[in-house]
């Protein structure tokens, strides 16, 4: 049995690595989160310790440490801003670091992780979730077969819609979360690398605080993007019947449904991990390459775009 310390406990994404802690036959031994609001611990290790302020809980683990009990892992699951300063603590607390999507705001920063990997044996893991999922696996191959004479033409849209508290939070500040394309489509990117190869191209049609849009082209592929956060995005039908989030991506026109299973990949990815074959920093270096150039990028005018831009009002 492994043991856990997890950061940012009090968030969307924690219960899920909660789970994988937990269905993988491990112990998660203390959390920290400034917010107390953390009930959710008692579904899983009602016994693991609490901390609401990082210097206690930093004493906590390197006591723990020696007395020969250190944690293997450190599981990060703060905001986004926060998780290379959190990797280099597990790293140099003598843990593993298990970290959310995305890994870092900037590829620069993969290097400088790199380094304290270098100095320290220990290993940064990240959750690209979507490398595991049996649909993109399945697509991967079927485009890595012999004999494809042209790109495939592949559409991507994902709106998830958020409610007016959203812009006032982290996740409302490029700064702390990296912008849209950052926060909610750093995986996706990454998918679409992991299918398709190497990024060749990159242009942005569209970049608001709600919605990203563009182009991308790879090996094997010209693809056109969408995301979004705003409710009125998601198409007619699917609102009639309550959705409040709706995903496709189509290639050369065949829709690959893979929204099934997407929200148990993180017990397989944690399962991958122990097994010694997580992703780790290099894995990430295309796709955090591709969203800090859409940060960053201007405007492409003309083109051919995805077709939900010409419905944003």
């Known amino acids: ?101 995305p890994l870092v705001l900037n590829p620069w920063n993969i290097d400088g992780l790199l380094d304290i990997e270098r100095d320290t044996g220990r290993r940064v893991n990240t959750i690209l979730q979507l490398r595991l999922h049996p649909a993109i696996i399945a697509l991967r191959e079927r485009m890595q077969t012999t004999g494809r004479e042209r790109k495939a033409d592949v559409d991507l849209t994902y709106i998830t819609s958020r409610g007016r508290w959203y812009l006032q939070s982290w996740k409302g500040d490029e700064r702390k979360s990296g912008g849209i394309a950052t926060n ?18 990159n242009r942005v049609h569209l970049k608001t605080p709600t919605r990203a849009a563009g182009y991308l082209e790879y090996e094997r592929a010209r693809v056109h993007w969408f995301l979004s956060l705003e409710l009125e995005d998601v198409p007619e039908d699917a609102r009639a019947q309550g959705k409040r989030t709706w995903r496709a991506l189509t290639a050369d026109g065949e829709n690959v449904e893979f929204s099934d299973g997407f929200t ?50």
């Not at 968030?11 to 690595?17: D, F, L, Q, S, T």
């Not at 203390?30 to 004493?59: C, H, K, M, N, Q």
């Not at 750093?186 to 398709?196: A, G, N, S």
Request: glycine share 8%; hydrophobic share 40%.
């Open 184 to 201: 909610i489509g750093v995986h996706f990117f990454d998918m679409l690398h992991f299918v398709f190869g190497a990024l060749q191209e």
């Open 264 to 313: 148990d990949l993180h017990t397989r990815t944690y399962e991958e991990i122990l097994a010694g074959r997580g992703f780790g920093l290099e894995d990430n270096r295309v796709a955090i390459e591709t969203v800090a150039h859409i940060r960053n990028a201007e405007i492409t005018p003309g083109g051919e775009r995805h077709p939900f831009i010409a419905r944003v009002k």
């Open 1 to 101: 049995m492994k043991t856990f310390a997890l950061i940012g406990a009090a968030g969307y994404i924690a219960p899920r690595h909660m789970k994988a802690i937990r269905d993988t036959g491990n112990a998660l031994v203390a959390a920290l989160d400034p917010s107390d609001s953390v009930g959710i611990i008692d579904s899983y290790f009602p016994d693991a310790y609490f901390f609401t302020e990082f210097e206690r809980f930093d004493r906590h683990l390197d006591k723990l440490r020696r007395k020969g009990e250190g944690v293997n892992y450190v599981s990060i699951c703060s905001p986004n801003y926060l998780h290379d300063s959190h990797i280099r603590f597990a790293l140099r607390s003598g843990a593993d670091a298990i970290c959310e999507k």
